[in-house]
């Protein structure tokens, strides 16, 4: 018997209901995170001449994409902030940190001025909300995922950790939603004078939601043993340090090569996705954007699915298995969905596309929080996934857009393949990180659970020393 087997026994009700709470709290926050996120990229083409004056719609959508932008730059700088926060202070008060710098966010850009109000101090006010909100998803990304897998059990922390994409991926449809709700409702002349204003009046409503929400979670035993001087004898003050992380810097260098191909292909099928479909496939809007509503609906179902089963095969076969997949299929997938002028076909790709890259998505984050002991875990997680998102995720659609406007579009689909082969090989040489010890209760019961059923730990299980740390 397998030691994941043999720690299967049911836990106690109330140790059930803390696990509930945990993965509704730490997923229902991302999806307002994402939730606030997307709802700037889409409904920027109304509120863009509300902050920037002139008559080119162009110029107006460049002067709020260049402030999107600043989002991105600052997700390294939230994942260091608030992964030593996360590491030093706990993942509870991160996680309520987090969502709280969102609610801020959405309600500054829900009130800020237009410029015949108050002239470029509105673009101002949106310049910080963008600010806030780039620190907070960075910071988001790496509190969500190290709470979801510590809180989880040592045999589900993959179908724990997969609601984090879950998650993300029902924000962008709720914000989907209430751009097609509010767009069939209001017309464009009220959309751009005060409904743009509504998602982001609801975005900071549910924000504070999730904040009561997660003011009621309880902290993770793996940081509770820490604090408590449980931990394997590291110096307290260097929790959550670039100095402690300096020490697993070798993790950390798994971190951005593993987030490398995963990210690049996730914003390729998702964000690029419906913008390819018009620009390249010469398809309708509303047919386009049809085809991504339904296909991301699919795909958030399928993630707790490969979760599960990463639990049971490991981690190791799922991603080996998106890299593969992504490096040899991204070119013909791309290039059959260019063609694709019709709902069906396209959905069916997309479809095919995006189940291959559940096999990063959905493990991705138990994956990283497994690599790092617990006084560095949240912050080993966030910054140089952060760095690797920055560079190679928010730059994946302004790549396919260069390649395009170059005359050299394919060219980009062996760009995300190429990105792809780096993470396999990867893959191929790093531990399964399934069998990991995440803190010294886990360890302690594993071993009660061999030692009664007189079974040895898998072959390949991470040393309870360096994961518990």
Request: one cysteine or more.
């Amino acid at each position: 018997m397998s030691s994941s087997a043999a720690t299967t026994t049911s836990p106690p009700e109330d140790v059930r209901k803390k696990r509930r709470l945990a993965l509704v709290g730490g997923s229902l926050g991302n999806l307002v995170e994402w939730y606030d996120w997307f709802v700037y990229a889409s409904f920027a083409i109304y509120f863009a001449g509300s902050f920037f004056p002139g008559d080119n719609p162009t110029t107006q959508l460049m002067n709020t994409a260049g402030i999107f932008a600043v989002g991105f730059l600052m997700r390294p700088v939230g994942g260091w902030v608030l992964g030593r926060a996360a590491d030093r202070h706990g993942r509870k008060s991160a996680l309520t940190l987090t969502v709280s710098m969102m609610s801020v966010a959405a309600l500054l850009i829900a009130v800020a001025p237009t410029y015949g109000q108050a002239g470029y101090f509105g673009a101002v006010v949106l310049l910080l909300a963008r600010l806030l909100q780039g620190m907070s998803i960075g910071g988001e990304y790496a509190a969500s995922a190290t709470y979801l897998t510590e809180a989880s059990a040592r045999n589900r922390r993959g179908l724990g950790s997969s609601f984090q994409y879950v998650s993300m991926t029902c924000g962008q449809l709720l914000g989907l939603g209430i751009l097609i709700t509010l767009q069939r409702t209001l017309s464009t002349a009220q959309l751009e004078s005060w409904g743009w204003r509504i998602p982001f009046v609801l975005g900071a409503i549910f924000a504070v939601v999730v904040f009561w929400l997660r003011r009621r979670l309880q902290e993770t035993d793996a940081f509770t043993e820490q604090t408590a001087g449980q931990g394997t004898g590291h110096d307290d003050g260097a929790r959550g340090t670039l100095k402690a992380l300096w020490q697993h810097r070798r993790q950390a260098g798994l971190v951005m090569a593993l987030t490398l191909g995963g990210t690049v292909a996730y914003y390729t099928y998702t964000t690029y996705l419906t913008k390819y479909l018009i620009g390249s496939a010469g398809m309708a809007k509303n047919t386009a954007t049809l085809v991504s509503f339904t296909a991301l609906t699919l795909f958030a179902v399928l993630q707790p699915f490969a979760g599960m089963l990463s639990d049971r095969i490991g981690r190791r076969p799922l991603l080996i298995t998106f890299a593969v997949g992504c490096t040899v299929g991204t070119y013909p997938i791309m290039t059959a969905l260019g063609s694709a002028s019709s709902y069906w076909p396209a959905l069916g790709l997309s479809l095919l596309a995006l189940v291959i890259i559940t096999g990063y998505t959905s493990i991705n984050a138990a994956v990283k929080a497994e690599l790092f002991p617990t006084h560095v875990r949240a912050l080993g997680v966030a910054l140089p996934y952060a760095i690797a998102n920055a560079l190679f995720g928010g730059t994946a659609e302004y790549v396919a857009l260069w390649f395009k406007d170059a005359g050299h579009e394919k060219m980009f689909f062996w760009y995300v393949s190429g990105c792809a082969l780096v993470s396999l090989v990867t893959y191929v040489f790093m531990r399964d990180t399934r069998d990991a010890t995440l803190s010294r209760a886990e360890a302690e019961a594993v071993a009660e659970a061999e030692a009664a059923s007189g079974t040895r730990g898998r072959a390949g299980t991470v040393a309870p020393a360096k994961a518990v740390g």
